[in-house]
């Protein structure tokens, strides 16, 4: 497949757009790590504690690159970045699914973990760590839980599904049996990584020796379709898969019906912080901040005439707002009917309520209904 390579700091720009050429690929690899390498002698980079509100603007910034339009199909996101210590409350909230009084930094990590899963991302966090063990391991395919069914079932009988029969495993020998691998199984400071895996189904690779064999197991995943008859109400969903003994699979824990509204949500507090002033997203909408007649600010959204390819299901438009001040924006949505006749466009008036003037707001549109959006800051009216 495709290759993209994607750095933020803090905001992304892509060093590499879509490609199949492995050896441009290596290159520009190899230009960034000879950006990021420390000089000879310098100090080592010290540890990061990242308060809630920096952390959710890192989440956030990644979430818009993620949710972004790409074409259908598996992917997986190798996320090159190191962890941080959490608090003994943070662990335990981690380490439950409660849903009432979780501790913000870890709520931002849930949030993120699922909205990577249910666009379809296989995340493998990437804190390279050189190891004296893993200098001296050596590369082997690890175990999966679809093939140990696969060995479990070539005798035949019941559920024997003709597969072909597998190598054999190499438990001994792999990497992933190590002690530096386990310990990045335990590590405090790699808590916050390990979050973002059972969600995606994805892999924590801490030592270069474990790299090469997550991805040649990416070739042994199997890919599912199906269709769901719920309408496009950009909601989250849990999904679990189970063959038909009943052994469950460790595939992605959630789906989404259209465009979710914790997405929405990253996306306008991703435009605040970017701020650019130019419009974002493939939805052909103009939205502009206007003083109503009883000197009130409202929102003038028109969406121009286009035509729509495919027919869709009605569903309606989500209008998402948030406002530029101290701490995290709070960002607030609305529905709005939605549009069933592209081609002849569209255009509504909409007071906002406790508008604070003067200052910068971001707007986001998303249409539900074909899962395209736009959005922009303004700066408001004094």
């Given at each position: 497949?495709?290759?993209?390579?994607?750095?933020?700091?803090?905001?992304?720009?892509?060093?590499?757009?879509?490609?199949?050429?492995?050896?441009?690929?290596?290159?520009?690899?190899?230009?960034?790590?000879?950006?990021?390498?420390?000089e000879r002698g310098g100090a080592p980079p010290t540890a990061s504690f990242p308060e809630a509100a920096l952390l959710r603007r890192q989440c956030d910034r990644l979430l818009a690159w993620a949710?972004?339009?790409?074409?259908?199909?598996?992917?997986?996101?190798?996320?090159?970045?190191?962890?941080?210590?959490?608090?003994?409350d943070e662990q335990k909230d981690l380490a439950t699914e409660g849903g009432e009084g979780v501790q913000e930094r870890t709520a931002v990590l849930r949030e993120t973990a699922r909205l990577l899963a249910a666009y379809g991302w296989i995340t493998i966090p990437l804190p390279l760590r050189e190891t004296r063990e893993a200098l001296g391991s050596d590369p082997a395919r690890p175990d999966s839980d679809l093939d140990r069914f696969r060995v479990d079932h070539q005798a035949g009988g019941k559920y024997n599904i003709n597969v072909p029969h597998l190598l054999p495993f190499l438990k001994r020998s792999s990497p992933f049996r190590g002690e530096a691998a386990v310990t990045l199984q335990v590590a405090p400071d790699l808590a916050p990584l390990r979050a973002l895996l059972d969600?995606?189904?994805?892999?924590?690779?801490?030592?270069?020796a474990l790299l090469d064999p997550?991805?040649?197991?990416?070739?042994?995943?199997?890919?599912?379709?199906?269709?769901?008859?719920?309408?496009h109400e950009g909601r989250l969903r849990p999904v679990e898969v189970r063959l038909r003994d009943g052994t469950a699979l460790r595939t992605r824990a959630w789906l989404r019906s259209s465009t979710p509204v914790d997405a929405a949500a990253a996306r306008v507090r991703a435009l605040l912080l970017g701020a650019t002033g130019r419009p974002e997203g493939t939805l052909p909408v103009r939205i502009e901040a206007v003083r109503t007649e009883g000197d009130a600010i409202a929102l003038r959204l028109t969406v121009a005439p286009f035509t729509d390819p495919v027919p869709v299901q009605p569903a309606p438009l989500r209008l998402s707002w948030a406002f530029a001040g101290d701490g995290t924006p709070v960002v607030r949505h609305q529905l709005l009917p939605g549009n069933p006749q592209p081609d002849l466009g569209w255009s509504t008036t909409l007071p906002l309520p406790a508008v604070p003037a003067g200052h910068r707001m971001a707007v986001a549109v998303d249409d539900l209904a074909r899962e395209r959006w736009s959005g922009i800051v303004l700066n408001l009216p004094k």
């Open positions: 497949g495709s290759v993209e390579v994607t750095e933020a700091d803090p905001a992304p720009w892509t060093e590499l757009a879509a490609s199949r050429e492995p050896i441009r690929i290596r290159q520009v690899l190899s230009e960034i790590a000879a950006r990021a390498r420390p949710t972004a339009a790409r074409p259908p199909g598996p992917r997986v996101l190798f996320l090159v970045i190191d962890g941080f210590p959490l608090t003994p969600p995606s189904g994805g892999k924590l690779v801490g030592i270069e997550v991805i040649e197991s990416l070739d042994g995943r199997w890919q599912v379709w199906f269709q769901a008859s719920e309408p």
